[in-house]
């Protein structure tokens, strides 16, 4: 069951804010996502199934190279005064 | 000699070669067919026609110069929005990028270019690339040019609807969980998605990155092979790009093995599985052998699927945090969260929906229940796949369960719209590559057929989906537009 409550701390620890009209609707609809899958309790599997995991080697890694980008195509992505703007500290 | 619009791409390199047209010529054309059919199909977010008319007058400089002019010169192609082009918008059809021009070309937009590929523009998605219709996508839907009622798949929905209307000659999409073969299937056009690890993801905006590649959309095999082979190989810029031989265009088919699976038909409307059946049949009678077989962890395949994704989705996503990408709001008294929070209310619905389902299973108490299991799903589905390839050299069934369904349909219902992606999302999981292909028509709307091979074995799929598409009769362009 997802309550109004459970939905408000998801989108709090997922930094987002939802509408009304989403805080609404949401708990209804992840509800029956979660329970969809929920399926996955019906596999058995036990420690002994690995996760196929992808492992690069060491020397596979490309070297730390410095590269340098267009200043001035990154700066159409800034503020128009051209500086980064972040959250006001206290 | 054929329609200049409705050229496929190695026609396109061969007559300019002949020198039986300008790439301008044709460029003109393909820009004309854009006016004409694009205020009814929106498949563009971006067009980009002055870029395209230049490309195409240095092509033709270099052709009256005899210099060497690139295995895809002149070929017109539509790029889905989530992968990174230099300065030119890239928004993944969200409101977050609206006005986000990366810096760099993605490793694959690299090598179109210097094979003398002329960017069209970027086609629409579902935003971010979640969605099987188009729907999701923050500026419009895209319609399906074999019927403007209907929706033209997705979540690369703009680059299926762009190729089969004959707004440029191929596409790029990307395929995290079906995403070229659902709209290739919708819109009676051909799309691919490679093994995990054959074509570089990098510059390719991030969704679920353990289960997206970036393939081509096309209207025949031998275009698909083109683009194939020039987006595929190893980039240092992605570690999980491995070398990859070549695909040929086969002189003559060897004899196949050759499984339909049991699920995938049984769970597909009447319409669609008589389709693939009778794909089947031609099978045989060009020399192969079809039996039917089971997988018997189909039915985890989905659930685990969106687990992963969401999961993935929800990291992923974590880096619109309104410093780097976002909105330039007026300085104000914002606290720390709220800055981040703020801007993130501007993701649609569909996204908000699979980060918070992502954060939910990555949660502590259930990242054991949910994340882990589907994550040794995986691992079995790939082991049974793996199994039924020592003995088959390609599975059959059909791309989508459906046909192509009218628009608000299922948009009220996530579960509705999970559903049709039950066929696709195993090639994802299991990282195998796996094409959609057309096979029929049912009431004017299109059928596609999905063919499964094992890692690597790119060739198999190719030889099959070739000889198939000499012996299956379909039309190639839509009347209605």
């Known amino acids: ?90 | 000699m054929t329609k200049l619009d409705d050229l496929l791409a190695y026609e396109v390199v061969e007559g300019l070669t002949e020198g039986q047209f300008t790439a301008e010529d044709y460029v003109t054309t393909i820009i004309k067919r854009i006016e004409k059919v694009e205020p009814k199909v929106h498949s563009f977010i971006t067009l980009d026609t002055d870029g395209a008319l230049s490309s195409a007058k240095i092509i033709d400089k270099k052709i009256k110069e005899k210099e060497d002019i690139g295995q895809l010169a002149g070929v017109t192609v539509g790029i889905k929005d989530n992968i990174s082009t230099r300065g030119i918008r890239t928004t993944c059809a969200s409101k977050i990028l609206e006005n986000y021009f990366p810096t760099y070309d993605a490793t694959v937009i690299k090598s179109l270019k210097e094979n003398g590929a002329i960017l069209l523009g970027k086609l629409n998605l579902d935003e971010f690339g979640m969605g099987s219709t188009t729907e999701y996508s923050r500026y419009q839907p895209t319609r399906n040019p074999w019927n403007l009622d209907y929706v033209p798949g997705g979540s690369s929905g703009g680059s299926g609807a762009a190729v089969a209307a004959g707004e440029c000659t191929v596409a790029l999409g990307s395929d995290t969980g079906g995403s070229i073969r659902c709209p290739s299937s919708f819109c009676s056009v051909t799309g691919l998605k490679p093994t995990y690890g054959r074509v570089s993801r990098y510059g390719l905006i991030s969704y679920a990155n353990s289960l997206e590649q970036i393939g081509p959309i096309c209207r025949s095999i031998r275009d698909l092979v083109m683009m194939l082979n020039l987006i595929s190989g190893k980039d240092a810029l992605d570690n999980t790009s491995v070398p990859s031989t070549p695909i040929s265009i086969p002189n003559k088919l060897n004899k196949l093995n050759i499984a339909t699976v049991r699920e995938l038909i049984t769970g597909s409307d009447e319409e669609v599985a008589k389709s693939i059946y009778s794909a089947s049949e031609k099978f045989k009678e060009i020399g192969c052998s079809c039996e039917e077989v089971s997988i018997n962890n189909l039915h985890y395949a989905l659930p685990s699927y969106y687990t992963l994704a969401s999961a993935e989705a929800s990291s992923n996503l974590a880096r619109y945090d309104n410093i780097r990408y976002g909105f330039d709001y007026p300085i104000g008294e914002y606290k720390w969260d709220t800055y981040f929070s703020n801007v993130r209310e501007n993701f649609g619905e569909e996204v908000k929906r699979r980060i918070l389902i992502g954060s939910y299973v990555l949660s502590s108490g259930y990242y054991g229940k949910y994340y882990l299991k589907a994550r040794k799903l995986r691992s079995l589905l790939r082991l049974e796949l793996l199994e039924l390839f020592k003995k088959y050299d390609l599975l059959i069934g059909p791309t989508m369960p459906i046909l192509p369904f009218k628009f608000g349909e299922k948009i009220d219902d996530p579960i509705k719209m999970y559903l049709v992606d039950i066929n696709t999302v195993i090639a994802n999981l299991a990282g195998i590559p796996a094409i959609s292909l057309p096979v029929g028509f049912s009431n004017g709307l299109p059928i596609g057929l999905q063919i499964m091979a094992a890692p690597f074995e790119e060739q198999k799929l190719i030889d099959a989906s070739y000889e198939l598409e000499k012996v299956i009769n379909i039309p190639r362009r839509p009347n209605s537009i």
């Open chain 1, 1 to 90: 069951m997802i309550s109004r409550e459970d939905l408000e701390h998801l989108a709090q620890i997922s930094r987002i804010n939802l509408t009304e009209n989403e805080l609404d609707k949401f708990p209804k609809q992840l509800e029956k996502t979660i329970k969809y899958i929920d399926i996955l309790q019906q596999l058995a599997t036990d420690d002994s199934v690995s996760l196929d995991l992808q492992e690069v080697e060491f020397e596979e890694l490309r070297k730390d190279e410095i590269r340098m980008s267009d200043e001035k195509q990154l700066a159409k992505n800034i503020t128009e005064d051209g500086f980064l703007r972040g959250p006001k500290m206290k």
